[in-house]
């Protein structure tokens, strides 16, 4: 099978390129000497997964427990979820993980944490836990350092939790001092901390320069650009996810429509929507649901009734996340139809 | 099983409202005297469009064969798709359909026309087809009634096709003349035109006067608003459809952070992204790909880690297009566990 036998539109995977994409993220945390924890949000298939640990990866991190439930199905034996656990229906499926792989989740409250002893002190499992901080990216996380200390006493005196350490997002510069008191403070109160995460494709060497014991970076399979600078975007070569799509309409000589829209590439502000790999000054200037909108005014190519084109979709994850599969191939060969494994597991 | 056993987020549907936006519209094209064809793409959901069917409706819409496959193994018996169906992959499907339910599709160019006709003829099965006009949409659409005269002739002429008539989107009092002359040309050529299909939720009545044979609606099962007035867009006793959410974080006074992003509610812009029900003064200030960010700074309530809140998401269709599952109820207790039948189905 080659793309030409695709229905359209598709998701397609370049594998050289992704593979690429993967060994180089791998070589370039070795260098750095930082672990390197991949975001698994970032395609929810657990084969890419299994790859990016295979090429140097110490674990993986999912941001909801569907994606993890995926990841352990799949073999992933160590899964960070860097999220707040609440609430009884959660904390029953995480200790079902808990028994299985090494699970470690983040908390910022004592209620989170609580929630999370109860459950696995009853199921007679322990979770690893560390401490978020908001250390300016004004989310999720304690405030301060003090507050952090004080919660991680608690977590330590509770069972079923084995105190980690603490995580942030993403890894900047100004993190450094809440870090640096945050650990110091915990350490002095007997507590060792064996983790410091942060995360972030492109924060990799600031996590070196931060001492973190790991850095979390997801997206650089897919844009493989924020290690050679953010300054093109869209650069090709390093993106090897691009959406098929087939020109259904050119009901005008400036106007081409596309067989996909909002359910296909994502809605995502601002524009541009993405890049027409064959033509890109054909502009893509708006989407309905279903269609995608082209302005071919700026275009000398004459655009055709099933014609096919390629688009570089602006937010790759959130593309991959409306699709039910996708197809990887090399040099045009299909050389897997991967099932988007997590996709609409919003729990 | 009630709500407060359901985890979080999941998409519910009060099914007392959602019944009563059906029977409304059902209602209001009755009493107008104008047939309304069901849009499936609002929902995705085979039950859905049986209720609309037994409440009146003449058949449905969908927006891609994927969704039509899943309608026609449903049991849903007259489809049209006011879509240009291109490519050999995408005929064979379609031939596939008209083999088993009255199948109607919308071309606009003789190219789209010739691809259904090369199917169907060799198949041995007939697909009946509406010429699209761009009224104004400007989206797909033949640009001229003399345009659409040519293509009516061309098809009339083609084995395995039945020109049945015309379609186009909105329905708005600009397409009067383009409609009429169309009609006109197409009917003085010795051609009938059986169909002219019109669209869009709150169109209805414009529909009538424009002397359609038929309108396509779609949003009213979850918005139920365009035929009370679009001025408040988010009324709630017209809307079914919410995201039931967990606050998993207060980290501030003045910040909340609930269980579910731009991967639970789909990023729309522009702002506001929904409405808390229970709290209309907490504003979702934004989104990351899994949080919602809550500004609570004009509330006096005091939000708490695993209070459950409700959103009326802004766009509910693109919303439950990114669940696997959704939880119909009434007063409370769970009624139905709807898969969303056609999400992913991009083909």
Not at 71 to 83: C, E, N, S
Not at 280 to 286: Q, W
Request: hydrophobic residues 40%; charged residues 25%.
């Amino acid at each position: 099978m080659t793309l030409d036998d695709l229905d359209t539109p598709a998701v397609i995977i370049d594998l050289d390129v992704m593979d690429r994409n993967i060994r180089d993220m791998a070589e370039h945390c070795r260098k750095l000497g930082i672990p390197l924890r991949v975001h698994t949000k970032s395609h929810k298939i657990p084969e890419i997964a299994h790859r990016q640990i295979a090429a140097g990866a110490i674990g993986v991190a999912c941001q909801k427990l569907g994606d993890a439930e995926v990841m352990v199905a799949a073999g992933i034996q160590d899964i960070l979820i860097p999220y707040n656990i609440v609430g009884p229906r959660k904390t029953e499926r995480l200790t079902r993980l808990a028994k299985r792989a090494r699970m470690t989740v983040a908390v910022d409250s004592e209620a989170t944490a609580q929630g999370i002893s109860d459950q696995a002190a009853g199921d007679g499992c322990r979770v690893n836990v560390l401490i978020e901080l908001d250390t300016g990216g004004r989310r999720c996380g304690v405030q301060a350092p003090e507050a952090a200390l004080d919660l991680a006493k608690k977590i330590a005196a509770m069972p079923g939790l084995n105190f980690e350490g603490v995580m942030t997002y993403p890894s900047r510069p100004e993190a450094r001092p809440f870090l640096a008191k945050t650990v110091e403070l915990i350490r002095g109160a007997g507590i060792p901390v064996r983790t410091i995460s942060g995360g972030g494709t492109g924060h990799e060497s600031m996590a070196k320069e931060l001492d973190l014991t790991e850095t979390r970076s997801g997206s650089y399979v897919w844009e493989g650009l924020s290690r050679i600078g953010n300054s093109d975007h869209l650069h090709e070569n390093r993106c090897p996810l691009r959406v098929l799509t087939t020109v259904v309409s050119v009901p005008t000589p400036d106007r081409a429509i596309l067989d996909g829209g909002m359910k296909t590439f994502a809605s995502y502000p601002p524009k541009p929507y993405g890049r027409i790999v064959e033509h890109p000054d054909a502009r893509i200037s708006g989407m309905s649901v279903e269609h995608g909108h082209l302005d071919t005014s700026a275009c000398s190519h004459r655009f055709a009734v099933g014609e096919r084109l390629s688009v570089i979709p602006l937010h790759q994850e959130m593309c991959l996340n409306l699709h039910n599969e996708c197809y990887g191939y090399r040099k045009g060969d299909v050389e897997v139809i991967w099932p988007v494994a997590g996709m609409g597991r919003v729990k």
